[in-house]
């Protein structure tokens, strides 16, 4: 079992930045490719960032490309969400996400393909 916590949400005005940290516990996190994903109130849950087992290799949604950059310390053992240039419409609860993976450079942009999740943080962004 792995146990992901997300910390570093909360209230931005339009144009700021957060960052979010998921720390695990548990397994070892070096098995696992991470992702982050969004649900905004009545919508579909969606990918938003992946990056894989080694940190090599990352993707991004094409709606926060540019602003928002995904890394991983598999030492501490963390993943973060770098976000830039926050606009109203990425007000939601973000989450962070585990898939196991044979690959060392595979990145996961399915939510199907992830097998533990976080609790999530609410990000809101005021325009």
């Known amino acids: 079992q792995v146990q992901l916590v997300e910390s570093g949400g909360g209230l931005v005005q339009a144009g700021g930045s957060l960052r979010l940290s998921c720390a695990t516990s548990g397994r070892t996190f070096s098995p696992y490719a991470m992702g982050w994903f969004r649900q905004a109130p009545g919508k579909e849950r969606e990918f938003v960032g992946g990056?894989?087992?080694?940190?090599?290799?990352?993707d991004v949604a094409a709606s926060v490309k540019g602003r928002f950059t995904i890394s991983r310390d598999n030492a501490k053992p963390t993943v973060y969400l770098q976000m830039n240039s926050l606009k109203p419409e990425d007000t939601a609860v973000y989450y962070c996400a585990a898939a196991a993976s044979r690959s060392i450079f595979a990145v996961i942009t399915t939510k199907d393909d992830y097998d533990y999740w976080g609790q999530g943080t609410q990000v809101t962004v005021s325009s």
């Open positions: 990056v894989s087992r080694n940190g090599g290799r990352t």
